[in-house]
């Protein structure tokens, strides 16, 4: 298919004709797919920000903690403080078959923790192993817990990220280095990068790990468990066995099953939900102002492309005179509607697509991009294609006002 240059050189001289008129034109366009593009990549950016504070932690799992009594049961005041044990633990995996895992946490807050002449405050944890399937662990060095740690009450621990910096700046593999907690050593395996905010008595950056029946003996607990963790099995809803938890525990400590304060149930399902609503709300905004004003420039495109051919009229009834079809004069317009907003168009995307790239290089942390800003493929293809179609409906009207012109009203004009 052979490209008529002289069409397109003729387009363009119609085009710059006005620079002003068609640079405030083009403008509208512009500012348009520049405001769709980069809402779009900034709410996706905005999303994984918020998303990172939950990083690797499960979409459908509940904490359950002990808190004083606010109702008087059994003969008990309200107002009474009582601690949850490791039996509990084992009533709520036989009486609570919805439950997938159930798993302990005790924690100790104002530790130090020092290596060599470093030494820098923590929290720790003691934990079991299947506690990496409630808040996944991203392991930089080593590995994290297993169940010969426990069966050996080994004297282990996997530090958090901060941790890591602070007693180790020079980097490097620290597995098999000894730091020591307080008054005890112990043998690093494992260095956890996970940097999400998610603070389950303490946040994972700022935590050691050491495993939960040595810390049960070294900082004697005994029975004592101060969290369980637990996750819902594929397609239970974490929020109807809520009430049933609760019931399991309340009956082995005389604390009545309708006490939600004494036996706190935080169910981070709704917590997730309310972000896939929140950003189901931003992405329907973004569209819905995003393409107003994509609307707005093909609305002014379009007016402008009829001010042309009003502009025309001689010209155009100059064409059909001497045997111009009406088809090579609707072409004709809607060719320059469609550069026009084309042009406009792939500079927004383009620009749009410059500022996004410099977001995501503003959150880039160890040289690792922390968020994404970037629009995908598909999108930025929807974009061009509602441009086109933009640019067709732009031209139509004038197109067909071009149309209706006969070269005898031309000659009046004149």
Known sequence: MRLDFDTYKEILDTLTRNKSRSFLTGFGVFWGVFMLVGLIGGGNGLKEILSNNFEGFATNSAIVFAQPTTKPYDGYRKGRKWNMDYNDVKRLKAQVPELDIVTPMLSGWGSKVTFKDKKTSCSV????????????????????LNSMDMQQHRKVCVLGKKIYKNLFPGGGDPCGQLVRIDSIYYSVVGIDYSSGNMSINGRAEESVVIPLTLMQKAYNYGNQVHLICVTAKRGVKMSTITQKMRDVIARSHSVSPSDEKAITVFNTEVMFGMLDNLFSGVNFLIWLVGIGTLLAGAIGVSNIMMVTVRERTIEIGIRRAI???????????????????????MSGIFFAVVILQLAEMANTTDGIVTSHFQIGFWTAIGAVVILSILGVLAGLAPAFRAMSIKPVDAMRDE
């Not at 662990?137 to 994290?144: A, S, V």
């Not at 111009?324 to 609707?330: D, F, Q, V």
């Open 125 to 144: 944890k003691g934990l079991l192993p299947d506690y990496a399937k409630v808040e996944s662990p991203k392991l930089y060095y080593g590995r994290y």
């Open 323 to 345: 045997g111009a079809t009406p088809k090579s004069i609707l072409g004709q317009i809607i060719s320059e509607s469609i550069i026009l907003t084309s042009v406009a168009g």
